[in-house]
């Protein structure tokens, strides 16, 4: 299950940069890894192929509140069992935001493009119903997604971004809620990968 993006990378050696987490060039700035994968896919709707069709590729980072805050839309009223404007899910959204301040969420209308699309596979009871850790849930840093001129989000996929240095002979650990959570998301049907970052 290829992202059809390349998985090369540099590191940032500043000492600026190197506040707990590894950092990598794009351009002259340094990015954690997360936002080179989203440059790269977002990039390739500059693809010829793409351009013909009309595809834009999208995605946004899953903070752990992702689907804490989903499930607090549900319960406020939101109806899930169909896709969702924008303009429907912000006020639902904005409540449960202001309910729970602490939980980190895309904005909302990524929010609304995760939503449409598990409500198109039928899948939102199934993994909003998951049992999950608050403090350590697993969810994958990426939900990637393409869409066509009408904005309709198809093609999604789940992403855990991990780096690997083969002359250091590092590759950076899965932890054990990553995996279950993965293979959660793949045996509903939906892809889901971890994509290493090759220093």
Request: net charge positive; with cysteine.
């Amino acid at each position: 299950m290829s992202l059809r993006i390349s998985l090369l990378v540099k590191r940032c050696a500043h000492p600026e940069h190197q506040s707990g987490r590894v950092r990598f060039l794009i351009g002259s700035r340094c990015r954690p890894g997360e936002a080179i994968v989203l440059r790269r896919w977002r990039d390739r709707a500059c693809e010829p192929s793409s351009q013909v069709k009309g595809v834009t590729f999208d995605g946004c980072r899953l903070p752990p509140g992702t689907f804490q805050l989903l499930s607090a839309c549900r319960s406020s009223g939101l109806e899930i069992g169909r896709p969702v404007s924008v303009e429907v899910l912000r006020p639902y959204y904005e409540n449960a935001r202001s309910g729970h301040p602490l939980w980190r969420a895309p904005r909302v209308d990524h929010t609304a493009a995760l939503l449409t699309f598990l409500v198109s596979r039928g899948l939102v009871q199934q993994v909003l119903d998951r049992d999950r850790s608050p403090a350590n849930p697993g969810i994958p840093d990426l939900f990637l997604w393409r869409h066509t001129a009408d904005g309709v989000p198809f093609g999604g996929r789940f992403v855990e971004v991990k780096r690997y240095a083969p002359r250091a002979g590092f590759k950076e650990p899965v932890s054990r809620e990553q995996k279950a959570e993965l293979a959660f998301l793949q045996g509903l049907g939906l892809k889901a990968q971890i994509t290493y970052l090759i220093q």
